[in-house]
């Protein structure tokens, strides 16, 4: 099976501007849950997205959202950039089939994009 | 709030030591805990634990769970320099939520 993708893998922009992020999962998760990481904060919770609905959301701006596709595919966008934007977004895809389990609880991660605002 | 916290936050050892990292949690409605390491890239599983005293090995990587105490501990034997990485402890909750520790940064020295 084919790992997590995310597109693009490198991004840059200025202050202001919008970007958006793209994950495909693995084939058969209906589950994507984005983060982000930067070198002092470690792993901050974005959203987790499943069967197309926002089901959990961290403490994050308006300016950060997301949605989700038929396909399980999912986008993050952020609006009006900011320097302290500038992180490492992961995104991460999960079976969740309601049962108990690693094969349903492990979320996989994709190898991220890198975003610099400057 | 729910909370993981992992110490120590960094740690130093030569190889061929043995090292325990140790994450502990106050999650309400836990469900799972799960252990990742990462390198220079993105974090890759590498166990999950959902009941107390059931020890997940593989290799020279092991790791516990005390559901009563609320911790966990990953024991990494005969340390290589390819150890070397950030081990991130999370604890995922009965919403599928999962709530992070900041990571023990492992550094093997050869």
């Known amino acids: 099976k084919a790992g997590v993708t995310q597109t693009p893998r490198y991004l840059i922009k200025t202050r202001g501007q919008q970007v958006t992020l793209s994950c495909s999962p693995i084939s058969g998760h209906r589950s994507v849950s984005w983060y982000q990481q930067t070198p002092g904060q470690g792993l901050q919770f974005l959203f987790e997205?499943?069967?197309?609905?926002?089901?959990n959301k961290g403490n994050f701006p308006g300016r950060f959202s997301g949605r989700q596709f038929s396909n399980s595919r999912s986008e993050m966008n952020v609006s009006t950039l900011e320097l302290g934007d500038s992180a490492l977004y992961l995104c991460?895809?999960?079976?969740?089939?309601?049962?108990?389990?690693?094969?349903?609880?492990?979320?996989?991660f994709g190898p991220g994009t890198r975003l610099t605002v400057l | 709030e729910d909370k993981v916290v992992q110490s120590p936050l960094s740690l130093v050892v030569h190889e061929g030591d043995t090292v325990t990292l140790n994450c502990s949690y106050e999650v309400t409605n836990f469900r799972s805990l799960l252990w990742y390491k990462q390198e220079k890239k993105a974090p890759t599983f590498l166990f999950m634990l959902?009941?107390s005293g059931i020890e997940k090995k593989s290799g020279r990587l092991s790791s516990i769970l005390d559901k009563k105490e609320l911790f966990s501990i990953l024991n990494i034997t005969a340390t290589q320099t390819g150890d070397s990485a950030i081990y991130l402890c999370?604890?995922?909750?009965?919403?599928?939520?999962?709530?992070w520790g900041a990571g023990t940064k492992l550094i093997i020295k050869p």
């Open positions: 999370a604890v995922m909750d009965s919403n599928y939520q999962l709530i």
């Open positions: 997205y499943f069967s197309e609905t926002q089901r």
């Open positions: 959902t009941s």
């Open positions: 991460a895809s999960s079976l969740r089939n309601g049962r108990r389990g690693r094969a349903a609880d492990t979320q996989y």
